[in-house]
């Protein structure tokens, strides 16, 4: 059983020293002084602002792009034993001492030192030489812009990475294709390619442009699996589903698993999760879950509550009123009823609170045994400090004018009577007998009189109305729109009988006014003190050059192929649409798009598309040397053979024609003093010219070929 342990383990490893030595000149070029500047620089300022939240478990939203690029900007915070307490609010602040700036710039500069060996492995993968690939490697090592944006707290390195992994990976998988699948290789480089989809979306958003681009390309090549007849139904099948397992179930699980994670790991309330619902709220930590800890959960006739929109656009606001009324006539002429404004408000106040009321009963208290409100129940919605009730009528409202205002009705003992009783309808019920929850439940109130439906038009007041966002009763919508839709965020039983002030007072934060604080010097010095973001100058010039000569060439070889005429060989053809497929499509996919884009753009957005514009530049060097010289060579060849063969059509050989084949032989021993080969070519250049009928094929010797541009 043991046998094989007579004989030595012997492991055979096989370094490519291209790639040690391009990870080694990375690896110097960005963590060199990677410390330098101890300074805030640029968008430090904003993902810095994230890292400090994940250090203390405070929850965010960024909706610039999903959690992955952060969280791992915060590992190498907590490797350095960041603890989360620096100010962010200024680009040019120097850091403290207990900010990690090494560690926190670590994981960036590490993702852009090894974009450069994975620059040279996809040109070798492609099929490429090894000197081409070595520059394009190169070439990414010495873009300016590429190691400015990878030596400090920044994504776009990191997303850099994850797209050119995700390429090499799928390349690699392509080639084992062709002959090892199911392989435990073939299976890791396609998982792989899909794991590096999803981190490079998860990092930005604009990792999905390469991630459609890779599944576009894998379709087109699963297209041409199709069409191999020596492949059965049950393996077409299984080509399928893995790779559907591998691109899109897996990349879409790893997706989610981020905001699972992001979740897990902020678990308390910050100033993010305003913008949330009040469910969502109420999960975390601390805020609102501190606020309605032991607030009863059943809504009751008396109950005292605050009605916030779902909708949370433009932004979050609470149904409110105060004493102000609406004006007699708008600017534009229109009337109005005169009535207490209602409105809603992005900010929590004592004039957010109302009191659900039984419309056959005058207490606004909540009796004993208290007596929930159940979908279908109607009320009448009184506000806490003015005492007046909810109300709507025939009357166009202030901005929206198709909608009906919306009021607190003030009797001014004109033929205009209250009507004020509203339908509660439970949006999330699962019967009709479900009761009205605290936070949980979603109800729209339909007015009982002209059917319209509480709603945010999201619409803001002039300033008679404070700028606060306009409500309105809408008719004609009859299907479900979340601005119809009201949940309860606080809630409390109501024991009083008399009218009580409720007052909060709003405390805004204290804010430090830097702009006195910083002397004329500090100021002067953060001016001169700039890290400016430039690219390589050569290397984006060549860069677009590249692609340019790329689309005329191949527009060139397709309308010349549409004609029969094949200037360059099939594989080499083959290649090239490779190559471009990566190259110039991804460059398209990363850059295009921003055309459509309403939103101010950076250099650092071009970056992606830039690298993949840099990878092209070898690849269009060696077509060159390898096809276009080469064919320029032959052409010049074939042009000086064409003028040999033309000097042998003079008026001497017409003369000498019948004198035995002399001038025949004079022409072949010219050929043997200028050194021929190929001489059944050669014959059929003769026997064009009419000359073997004097001199016999087999006395042509074999003469070297390759001198030719020596005749005269």
């Known amino acids: 059983m043991l046998g094989f342990l007579k004989e030595p383990v012997i492991v055979n490893v096989e370094i490519n020293m291209n790639i040690m030595v391009l990870s080694l000149m990375g690896l110097i070029s960005r963590l060199w002084g990677l410390s330098y500047p101890r300074a805030v620089v640029f968008d430090e300022v904003y993902y810095g602002q994230f890292v400090s939240l994940y250090m203390k478990r405070i929850f965010f939203v960024d909706d610039s792009g999903p959690p992955f690029g952060h969280m791992l900007l915060a590992l190498g915070g907590y490797l350095g034993g960041f603890d989360g307490n620096f100010l962010w609010n200024r680009i040019g602040a120097e850091y403290s001492m207990n900010v990690p700036v090494w560690s926190l710039r670590l994981l960036p500069a590490l993702a852009g030192a090894l974009c450069v060996p994975l620059a040279y492995q996809i040109l070798v993968e492609l099929q490429f030489s090894h000197c081409a690939a070595l520059g394009a490697a190169l070439l990414i090592l010495l873009e300016n812009s590429l190691i400015t944006q990878s030596r400090f707290m920044l994504l776009e390195s990191i997303l850099i990475f994850f797209i050119l992994l995700a390429v090499l990976s799928y390349l690699k998988f392509y080639n084992l294709q062709k002959h090892s699948s199911f392989s435990g290789s073939w299976w890791f480089w396609l998982l792989l390619t899909g794991v590096a989809c999803s981190c490079a979306v998860g990092v930005k ?23 191999d007849q020596n492949l059965s139904n049950v393996s077409l099948m299984c080509h399928f589903l893995a790779r559907g397992l591998a691109l899109i179930v897996i990349p879409v699980a790893m997706y989610v698993s981020f905001f699972y994670v992001h979740l897990t790991l902020l678990y308390r309330s910050g100033p993010h999760d305003q913008i949330m619902t009040s469910a969502f709220q109420a999960s975390l930590e601390g805020g609102l879950a501190r606020i309605t800890q032991g607030q009863p959960l059943e809504v009751a006739y008396g109950s005292q509550i605050t009605l916030r929109n779902v909708l949370g656009k433009p932004m979050q606001c609470w149904l409110h009123s105060h004493t102000n009324t609406y004006p007699i006539r708008y600017e534009n002429g229109r009337g109005s009823s005169h009535q207490q404004q209602v409105t809603c408000y992005p900010f929590k106040d004592v004039n957010n609170w109302w009191i659900v009321k039984d419309p056959g009963m005058q207490q606004l208290v909540v009796s004993n045994p208290p007596r929930p409100v159940r979908h279908g129940d109607i009320v009448q919605l009184v506000h806490g400090i003015t005492t007046r009730y909810l109300n709507t009528h025939d009357v166009a409202a202030p901005v929206s004018p198709h909608s009906q205002e919306v009021s607190c009705y003030i009797d001014y003992n004109i033929s205009m009577p209250a009507q004020n009783l509203w339908r509660v309808e439970i949006v999330n019920r699962e019967s009709d007998t479900d009761v009205w929850k605290t936070i949980l439940s979603e109800v729209r109130f339909v007015h009982v009189n002209t059917s319209a439906v509480l709603k945010l038009s999201g619409a803001s007041l002039p300033e008679w109305g ?85 689309m005329c060439l191949s527009l060139w070889y397709l309308i010349r192929r549409r004609r029969k005429i094949y200037d360059i060989p099939e594989d080499a053809w083959q290649l090239w649409v490779s190559a471009g497929g990566i190259c110039v499509g991804g460059w398209a996919v990363n850059y295009l798009p921003f055309f459509g884009m309403e939103k101010t753009l950076f250099l650092y957005h071009y970056l992606p598309a830039l690298t993949f514009q840099i990878l092209l530049i070898p690849i269009v ?11 320029f060579v032959l052409t010049d060849r074939w042009t000086r053979e064409q003028t040999l063969f033309s000097s042998l059509r003079l008026a001497p050989w017409q003369a000498a024609a019948g004198k035995a084949g002399l001038f025949p032989a004079v022409a072949i021993l010219h050929l043997k003093k200028t050194g021929h080969t190929k001489s059944s070519f050669w014959m059929k250049c003769l026997t064009s010219l009419g000359v073997t009928a004097f001199f016999p094929s087999s006395l042509i010797p074999d003469l070297c070929f390759s001198r030719a541009c020596s005749l005269h």
């Not at 910083?518 to 290397?539: D, P, R, Y």
């Not at 060097?621 to 064919?631: A, G, K, P």
């Open 621 to 631: 060097l060696q077509h060159i040397r390898d096809h276009l010289c080469r064919y």
């Open 466 to 550: 404070y700028r606060q966002l306009e409500v309105v009763g809408e008719k004609l919508s009859k299907g479900y729109h979340q601005s119809m839709v009201w949940n309860v965020e606080e809630h409390r039983y109501g024991k009083s009988l008399e009218q009580k002030e409720r007052e909060v007072e709003l405390h805004s934060p204290t804010q430090m006014d830097i702009s006195k604080n910083l002397s004329f010097m500090a100021k002067f010095t953060e001016l001169q003190a700039q890290i400016h973001l430039l690219g390589n100058v050569v290397t984006w010039a060549s860069a677009n050059v590249a692609a340019l000569i790329y």
């Open 205 to 227: 958003y604009m990792g999905l442009f390469t991630y459609i681009l890779l599944l576009t390309i894998a379709g087109l090549h699963f297209w041409h699996v199709i069409g």
